[in-house]
Each structure stands twice: as C-alpha cells, then as structure tokens.
C-alpha cells in the first residue's frame, strides 16, 4: 500500500509539460467529456445562427414595409434634409442614434435602411444644372489668422466659398480641411494698399514701385507653397488693379499657375473686366464687401444693394465679407431671409469669366 501511495502522490506531482504526456487512460477519460462538451456547443451554435438568420429575414422585409411610399426630401441648395415623412419610431428603427427628422444631415438620410429609403446623391449634372441658375455667390475673406473667424464662417451654408490670409498659420491644413468639408478655397494675393507705406500689409505684398523680379519672388513665395485653392482674391482698397500695365505681370503669374484672379470692382478699374480679356486671363470680380463699415445699418445696406440687383438688374452678384460676429451674423439672417426663388446661391467657380 505504501509503494501504490507513493505512486499516486508521484503522478500528483508531475509538472505541467509533464502532465500533457500522463497516461493513456486519463487521456481517453478527458477526451470523452470534451467531445460531450463540443458537440452540445455546436448543437447551440447552431440554434442561434438560425434564430438570428430568421429575425434577420423578418427584420429586412420589416424594413422595406416600413420605407414603402415614405421618403425624404433634399434641399438642393444645402444638402440638408427638408422634410420627412417617417415617424420618430420608423427613424428609431432605421438608426437608433437619430432622435428627430430634424437632427438629420444628407449623410444620415442616405444610410438610412441600408438605401432602402431616401433619394441618391444628386448628379454632377443635377447640381450644375441648379447652381447655373444661381445669381449669388459669396466669399468670407482673410480668413485663418485667428481660429474663431474660421469657426464663425463655419455655420454659413457650403456654397459660400473661403479665402484665407497668406500669413495664416497651419495654411496647409486649414485650406485642406475646408475643401475636405464641401467648400471652395481661394488664395488671398497682397496687392499694394493705397495709402502705402503708411498702410503696410506685409513683406508678401506685391507693390507698384517694385521690379519686376521681386514682385515674381512675392507671388511665389504666395502661391507655390499651397495646394487646393482655385484662385487668388486680392485685398480690398488696393492699387495695383487701376493701371493694366502695372498689373499685367501679376495677372500673367496668375494666368500661368492655372488660377482664376478675383478683385473688387472700384471706380478706378472699372475697365479691367474687358482689359484682360484680349489676356485670356480667367477673372471674378467682387462687388461688394459688405462689411467695409462695421455696423448692421451699412452691412444691411450693402445687401439690399446687392438685393437690388440681382432681382431688378437681374446681375449676377459677387460678394464678400470679413469673419467678424457681426458680419456673419447679419449675413447668416440675411440669407435666411432671402435665399429662394429670386436668390440662389452657388460657389465661386460658377462665377469666373472664362476668357
């Protein structure tokens, strides 16, 4: 009995690597209980795979009665969902994380019930053919020198196109998350301001007095060092754009770096816009910034000015604008106000000369 005790406290005994080498007959005895323990596994398995198969089944044609005559309608002017008939338990269905029709964006309506519901994107063709319509188009200027003007200009609809500052930080960055969000980018080209030097808008600026050779480093410096902008808009007030001869050579660089060059229309350069033509230089011209004076008075002045013509002019109209509160603010209500049949909006590029 002794010899049999010291044998099992041996066998107790055995290390790890040991034990998965024991004898035979313990091998066959675990074995057995595992293949019991498997087979039930698989035979549970199973069951759920066939329940989960038969609630999907009753889940997708749930879905497709449900979204048989309900749609949804999209604006076409800002992408943004316009109305929609379903219910808030048939959104719930759809996306449990969408409360009301009114928290949804384009993006959710076209996720919605795997495509079961909501219209396609519009068509390349469908968006030119409603922005060829449009008499309006705007541009918040001077933008990425303080992060709460680019926030501002943030809440304004996606047709309103950006030009930021070429003394911004992180331009690069800035400009690509911008076009990465729907809008258009446009490069600010510093043009000599009148009143200088006492105005001094910086080492960037391009100036009349000048060779021909630095004024070439200034805009290279400007326009070679970006990417994903589609043209250039000069600062308000200045003067290179009221001789064509002094411009011409910045016009040229603009030509040749493939951009179109946006001014703001004066009393001065009021013969720019055929000047160039001969050119073959791409051009917008900017009719009003609308913030000039910074009071809701003259901003609300310049719209109704812009409003004007647009419906009894029947012009087409550029405007632009600074990202103050203010300023974006009046223009935010503005729009809100008139945006419609008589007032449509579209991006800059619908609104280049091609020359």
């Known amino acids: 009995m002794a010899d049999n005790q010291e044998k099992q406290m041996g066998s107790d005994s055995k290390k790890p690597w040991q034990k998965r080498n024991g004898a035979k007959s313990s091998r066959n005895g675990f074995g057995i209980n595992t293949l019991f323990l498997v087979i039930n596994l698989l035979l549970l398995g199973l069951l759920c795979f066939q329940i989960f198969q038969i609630t999907k089944i009753y889940s997708e044609k749930s879905k497709t009665e449900i979204s048989r005559g309900k749609k949804i309608i999209i604006n076409a002017t800002n992408n943004e969902v316009e109305s929609l008939n379903l219910s808030e338990e048939e959104i719930k269905a759809f ?101 200088f030097p006492l105005k001094d808008s910086g080492p960037l600026t391009i100036l009349t007095s000048a060779d021909k050779a630095q004024n070439q480093t200034k805009f290279d410096k400007t326009a070679a060092e970006y990417t994903g902008y589609i043209g250039f808009l000069s600062n308000s007030g200045e003067v290179l754009t009221n001789n064509l001869e002094v411009v011409t050579p910045t016009l040229n660089n603009t030509k040749d770096a493939q951009k179109f060059f946006g001014y703001y229309r004066s009393a001065a350069n009021t ?76 991006p800059i590029s619908y609104f280049v000369t091609d020359n």
């Open 95 to 195: 996306n449990p994380d969408i409360k009301k029709a009114s928290d949804l964006k384009k993006s959710d309506s076209l996720d919605l019930g795997d495509g079961l519901i909501g219209p396609p994107a519009p068509s390349a063709e469908q968006i030119a053919a409603n922005y060829s319509e449009a008499n309006l188009s705007v541009i918040v200027t001077d933008l990425g020198q303080t992060k709460s003007g680019l926030s501002l200009a943030g809440a304004l609809p996606k047709e309103v196109s950006f030009a930021f500052s070429p003394y911004s930080d992180d331009l690069q960055n800035k400009m690509t998350r911008t076009i990465a969000d729907g809008r258009e980018v446009l490069l600010n080209l510093i043009l000599e301001p009148s009143g």
């Open 271 to 346: 013969y720019l816009e055929n000047d160039v033509k001969p050119m073959a230089v791409d051009i917008v011209v900017v009719d009003y910034l609308i913030d000039e004076t910074i009071s809701e008075k003259d901003i609300r002045k310049k719209l109704d000015q812009a409003k004007s013509d647009m419906i009894s002019k029947k012009k087409k109209v550029v405007i632009a604008l600074r990202p103050f509160k203010l300023s974006v603010d009046v223009l935010q209500r503005w729009l809100k106000e008139n945006l419609g049949e008589n007032i449509r909006i579209a």
